[in-house]
């Protein structure tokens, strides 16, 4: 299995996570746009697209599943956390889990297109 896809997209990640707190958060209107609805769903179909190669289903569930969880928890670790820091330490902002579905989905979608440009490729 080819973990480099999952290597650069965890930097991607986690570059796009330092940058809300180092200040890009600021523009929330514009940080939104440009990693949520941008730069980490073409990461995440990338990133399986390019582990398509020789994965069977099972491995394929369990990446779609942890890249969905990491689309879920972007989210809130960054706007969530950041209301629940300057609003109220009482206040708790529970996870939206239908985003976990939302990155499965963008997985599953790299996968088919990995394996299609693949197939594309053979002939």
Same mark, same amino acid.
């Given at each position: 299995? +080819?973990?480099?896809?999952?290597?650069?997209?965890?930097?991607?990640?986690?570059?796009?996570?330092?940058?809300?707190?180092?200040?890009?958060?600021?523009?929330?209107?514009?940080?939104?746009?440009?990693?949520?609805?941008?730069?980490?769903?073409?990461?995440?179909?990338?990133?399986?697209?390019?582990?398509? &190669?020789? *994965?069977?289903?099972?491995?394929?569930?369990?990446?779609?599943? @942890? =890249?969905?969880?990491?689309?879920?928890?972007? &989210?809130?670790?960054?706007?969530? =956390?950041? +209301?629940?820091?300057?609003?109220?330490? &009482?206040?708790? +902002?529970?996870?939206? @889990? &239908? +985003?976990?579905?939302?990155?499965?989905? =963008?997985?599953?979608?790299?996968?088919? *297109?990995?394996? *299609?440009?693949?197939?594309?490729?053979?002939?």
């Amino acid at each position: 299995m +080819n973990k480099k896809p999952i290597f650069v997209y965890a930097g991607i990640w986690t570059v796009c996570l330092a940058a809300f707190w180092l200040g890009l958060g600021q523009d929330a209107m514009g940080y939104s746009l440009l990693v949520f609805y941008a730069v980490i769903p073409i990461s995440i179909i990338a990133c399986s697209a390019f582990m398509s &190669e020789d *994965l069977f289903f099972g491995k394929i569930a369990i990446t779609a599943f @942890w =890249l969905g969880v990491s689309f879920m928890v972007i &989210e809130y670790f960054t706007f969530s =956390l950041a +209301n629940m820091i300057t609003i109220s330490f &009482e206040r708790i +902002n529970p996870p939206h @889990w &239908e +985003n976990l579905l939302v990155g499965m989905i =963008l997985s599953v979608i790299g996968f088919g *297109l990995g394996a *299609l440009i693949k197939k594309i490729a053979r002939k």
